[in-house]
């Protein structure tokens, strides 16, 4: 079941750029391409907990700020030779508000 | 227009189903709005765009109430209530239309605003331009908006056009087509800004100017408000029938009434409200074969944008964005000034946007529509039908696009076509142009399209040396890239992009911190820097440590400090919980480990206290390490500590290629160890003695000597100089001491110490600069706006109860 909440408008985000949302299992990065596409994934790296959000984006893709990992923001995949995924959630643009899917990290929290 | 339509429609399935009665405001039949732009811009005249004359309705036997407004329905009694009288029906069609859009500012019902969307709206243009030295404003850039410019400007007015976004027809186009139509339109002659937030429209009686959130005017005798449309639904309101932004209907085009009907740019169909004429024919076709009690259902269509502005072509239909499981294929041809790209999606193609040369526009279209599988011929579709089969791209394109005047050797003034009579006079190398024209015998740093123009003229007969490019989006090195921005006066990103053939729509994480770099240190004034183009430390202002945390370095001018400045320190220290303060080696104190959203409200209560950012993080001025000189210590020469604040409060803020530290000891025995920074001073007792390109980094390097300054003044001016022509000629990322080792300390020296007249105007290009980005980035980012914007999450979350 999806469950999704009304996060914030889409102009709060800088095109090419991304804002963090807390959550208890730790930040989810929203990032908002130059052609105002929106992907939602975990803002931690998973080779030395770099800030995501804190990275350059560029087409659908976001390079980690500390070692230039490259991560595919539609599927959360390394790119290149670096290998590493993170968590992608569900969202989604409606009239100019950003809903996030948070039914995956609830479900996670009771797991 | 789209009653006329459907009456067709209507007429052709049976003539003889309804008796027709046909009101409208306006005192003439259909006409084809959307060539309302031809009409302005004197292309066309009115009769050539009138679809239906009164002897169409005579014809047909249609009962025409032209110059008639109706006023009220009444559903009851299944009546319309006109200014002639009260009119029954069985059926009823609203084709209403729209109205513009009136952006909300003071202003916007002065005479002489006006709207775009009828005849009347042209003939008051019309007598507007009449005037000589007549001057229009529009309001949007957008398709309308555009037409409305192109057209008043071959009227002879005076145009400006403020775009509320980013680039023009952003709903149609990317950055990149945008770019190129507003330099096609600036070519005409018309002022286009965007980002333009309207304040207010000034005047008294009549409209004289528009004022602008920055405080600029635009002078207008006309403002066009082309910022939208707004369906005209008041009738329909009035009826009770159920409008949200248009009037509902259903896929029949029925409203919630079922013996009225609706269509146009005044009905509201699953949400959507229609501008474009596609989909209105598409309405027509459905509501009469309604009207007839035959099924039949509106599907929204796949929209495509034609601009009508003569000689700009430009075509846009379907889905832009990337997206999950797209892909895209990019075609740029700089010298013709084309932009194609292409949107697929399982070997589909969903969208296209495309510039320039619109010619196979229809045959993508065709693909898109029928939803045809373009696998096979993938690798060349984008050349279009023709070109199936066809040769790749040349990679030489670019350089082969540049104009004769353009400058190849910055050094020595070298334009391409000097260049390339030198290679029709028999000089065929690299040595052989260096040896005859003297281009890239300077610096070197147009080396590489030097070469590149060799094989544009040589063809075949020259192999260019393979060069490292800046990344894989582009074949370009740094220099060639540099010189390209300079000599096409090229002073956007999307402009770099597209003149020199970016492969990818928006770069990556290695070309554009270096583009946007090359750009700032270029045209200071015009471009803007982009915050979402730099790597993390310096869009935040402090360095990012290895667990995600900041440290936050105040500026302590020359090393030097007061009690007032380490009490607001410790007190920082205290009140943020900062786990670490260290005493840096450039003479400063750093707090280490601050929590991003603590940043802003930290830097307040430093500024509180006098101190601004110390740019520890920035590719840009660092520190100005000094000793006590002749203030204190028995051994000084010169006030070392007293200059080395002047130059840091010249430099500070500005952005070099790389980080610039400097350093001013008082004597030889050279306590500041000056001798292994970017720009070393040291003071002996008959001046100052100014060496360069020292390093104590990864490399250990020792200054070499760049000249003797007599007076403070000019080891002031020396040391400007030097770091100007460093931003000016070094590649991103290049310290000072490899920027001297590839160009030679004896180039530098021509420039910075022999020329006294290239020196004083790279001090001067250096101020200029520093106009801009001589401030502190802390107390501009401190702010409640940027408080909001930027430092805080997006949302809390952990703030909800957990279930």
């Known amino acids: 079941m999806s469950n999704w909440i009304d996060i914030a408008s889409l102009d709060d985000i800088p095109r090419r750029g991304a804002r963090v949302v807390k959550t208890h299992l730790g930040c989810v990065a929203i990032f908002r391409t130059h052609d105002n596409q929106v992907f939602a994934i975990d803002d931690t790296c998973p080779h030395k907990k770099g800030p995501l959000s804190e990275g350059i984006v560029h087409g659908t893709a976001v390079t980690c700020p500390l070692h230039n990992w490259v991560f595919d923001l539609k599927t959360g995949m390394t790119q290149g030779n670096d290998k590493g995924s993170v968590a992608t959630f569900g969202v989604r643009v409606e009239d100019g508000r950003i809903l996030l899917d948070v039914s995956r990290s609830a479900s996670r929290l009771v797991a | 227009m789209a009653s006329g339509r459907m009456l067709e429609d209507l007429f052709d399935i049976n003539r003889d189903a309804f008796d027709v009665t046909l009101f409208g405001a306006e005192p003439h039949g259909n006409y084809n709005r959307i060539m309302l732009s031809p009409v302005l811009a004197g292309d066309k005249t009115f009769d050539e765009i009138v679809t239906h004359d009164v002897d169409w309705y005579r014809e047909h036997g249609v009962n025409c109430r032209f110059g008639e407004s109706v006023v009220k329905i009444d559903r009851k009694k299944k009546q319309v209530i006109s200014e002639g009288g009260m009119t029954h029906y069985d059926k009823l069609v609203i084709a209403t239309g729209s109205a513009s859009f009136m952006i909300p500012v003071p202003g916007n019902d002065l005479p002489g605003v006006i709207g775009f969307r009828d005849l009347n709206d042209v003939h008051k243009m019309f007598a507007a331009s009449d005037k000589p030295n007549s001057k229009a404003v529009i309001i949007g850039g957008g398709l309308l908006g555009l037409e409305a410019a192109a057209a008043l400007n071959a009227q002879g007015m005076k145009v400006t056009v403020l775009h509320l976004m980013g680039h023009l027809m952003e709903r149609q186009l990317d950055p990149a087509a945008g770019y190129l139509l507003q330099k096609e339109l600036e070519r005409r002659g018309i002022n286009v800004v965007c980002k333009a937030h309207t304040k207010a429209i000034l005047g008294h009686e009549h409209v004289d100017a528009v004022l602008m959130e920055n405080g600029t005017t635009h002078g207008a005798d006309i403002v066009v408000m082309a910022a939208g449309i707004r369906p005209e639904t008041r009738i329909a309101t009035e009826a009770a029938l159920r409008v949200e932004r248009g009037i509902v209907v259903d896929d029949a085009m029925v409203t919630t009434d079922p013996d009225i009907l609706a269509l146009g740019e005044c009905v509201e169909h699953d949400g959507t409200v229609y501008g474009l004429v596609a989909p209105l024919f598409d309405m027509a076709k459905v509501l009469a074969r309604t009207l007839v009690d035959e099924t039949a259902k509106f599907v929204a269509p796949s929209v495509s944008t034609k601009l009508k502005v003569t000689g700009v072509d430009l075509f846009s239909v379907g889905e832009l964005a990337e997206g999950d499981d797209r892909e895209e294929i990019v075609f740029r041809d700089p010298g013709r000034g084309i932009y194609k790209r292409l949107i697929l999606q399982d070997d589909r193609i969903v969208g296209t946007v495309m510039y320039g040369d619109t010619t196979d526009s229809s045959w993508f279209f065709s693909k898109i529509k029928a939803n045809e599988d373009i696998s096979e011929i993938r690798d060349t579709l984008i050349f279009g039908p023709a070109f199936q089969g066809g040769e790749p791209l040349d990679p030489l394109a670019a350089v082969a696009a540049l104009p004769d005047d353009a400058e190849i050797c910055g050094c020595n003034g070298i334009c391409k076509s000097t260049i390339t009579n030198a290679i029709t006079g028999g000089a065929h190398d690299l040595a052989a142009i260096k040896a005859t024209t003297k281009a890239s015998a300077s610096c070197g740093n147009c080396s590489g399209l030097v070469e590149q123009v060799l094989a544009v003229s040589l063809g075949d007969d020259f192999v260019v040396p393979a060069?490292?490019?800046?990344?894989?989006?582009?074949?370009?090195?740094?220099?060639?890239?540099?010189?390209?921005?300079?000599?096409?006066?090229?002073?956007?990103?999307?402009?770099?992009?597209?003149?020199?053939?970016?492969?990818?729509?928006?770069?990556?994480?290695?070309?554009?911190?270096?583009?946007?770099?090359?750009?700032?240190?270029?045209?200071?004034?015009?471009?803007?820097?982009?915050?979402?183009?730099?790597?993390?430390?310096?869009?935040?202002?402090?360095?990012?440590?290895?667990?995600?945390?900041?440290?936050?370095?105040?500026?302590?001018?020359?090393?030097?400090?007061?009690?007032?400045?380490?009490?607001?320190?410790?007190?920082?220290?205290?009140?943020?919980?900062?786990?670490?303060?260290?005493?840096?080696?450039?003479?400063?104190?750093?707090?280490?480990?601050?929590?991003?959203?603590?940043?802003?409200?930290?830097?307040?209560?430093?500024n509180a206290a006098g101190m601004v950012s110390g740019h520890a993080y920035a590719k840009g001025l660092r520190t100005v390490k000094t000793c006590v000189g002749t203030d204190f210590c028995r051994f000084g020469t010169q006030d070392s500590t007293g200059l080395g604040i002047k130059l840091e409060k010249m430099l500070w803020g500005s952005w070099t290629p790389h980080k610039v530290k400097l350093a001013v000891s008082g004597c030889p025995r050279n306590c500041a160890e000056a001798t292994c920074k970017d720009v070393g001073?040291?003071?002996?007792?008959?001046?100052?003695?100014?060496?360069?390109?020292?390093?104590?980094?990864?490399?250990?390097?020792?200054?070499?000597?760049?000249?003797?300054?007599?007076?403070?003044?000019?080891?002031?001016?020396?040391?400007?100089?030097?770091?100007?022509?460093?931003?000016?000629?070094?590649?991103?990322?290049?310290?000072?001491?490899?920027?001297?080792?590839?160009?030679?300390?004896?180039?530098?020296?021509?420039?910075?110490?022999?020329?006294?007249?290239?020196?004083?105007?790279?001090?001067?290009?250096?101020?200029?600069?520093?106009?801009?980005?001589?401030?502190?980035?802390?107390a501009e980012q401190s702010t409640p706006e940027f408080e909001q914007r930027k430092w805080s999450p997006l949302a809390d979350l952990t703030l909800e109860a957990a279930e």
């Open chain 2, 467 to 606: 060069a490292q490019s800046i990344c894989g989006c582009t074949d370009f090195t740094h220099e060639d890239v540099r010189r390209i921005i300079k000599s096409q006066q090229l002073k956007s990103m999307p402009a770099v992009m597209q003149e020199c053939g970016w492969k990818t729509s928006c770069g990556c994480h290695v070309c554009r911190p270096a583009l946007n770099y090359y750009m700032i240190a270029e045209w200071p004034l015009e471009y803007q820097d982009d915050a979402q183009s730099r790597l993390v430390n310096e869009r935040n202002h402090a360095n990012i440590q290895k667990d995600g945390t900041y440290s936050v370095l105040p500026r302590m001018w020359g090393g030097m400090t007061t009690p007032d400045e380490l009490r607001a320190i410790a007190d920082a220290a205290d009140k943020y919980n900062v786990p670490a303060v260290k005493v840096t080696g450039g003479q400063r104190i750093d707090l280490l480990g601050v929590k991003k959203e603590d940043l802003p409200n930290m830097w307040a209560d430093l």
């Open chain 2, 681 to 778: 001073i040291i003071c002996v007792d008959s001046g100052f003695e100014v060496s360069v390109a020292g390093a104590a980094g990864m490399e250990l390097k020792e200054t070499q000597p760049l000249a003797k300054a007599a007076t403070e003044e000019e080891a002031i001016e020396l040391t400007i100089a030097f770091v100007q022509l460093y931003r000016e000629h070094a590649r991103y990322l290049d310290r000072p001491h490899r920027w001297v080792a590839k160009v030679g300390l004896d180039w530098v020296i021509a420039r910075v110490v022999d020329d006294i007249v290239e020196r004083a105007a790279l001090c001067e290009r250096f101020e200029i600069s520093q106009s801009v980005y001589r401030n502190d980035p802390w």
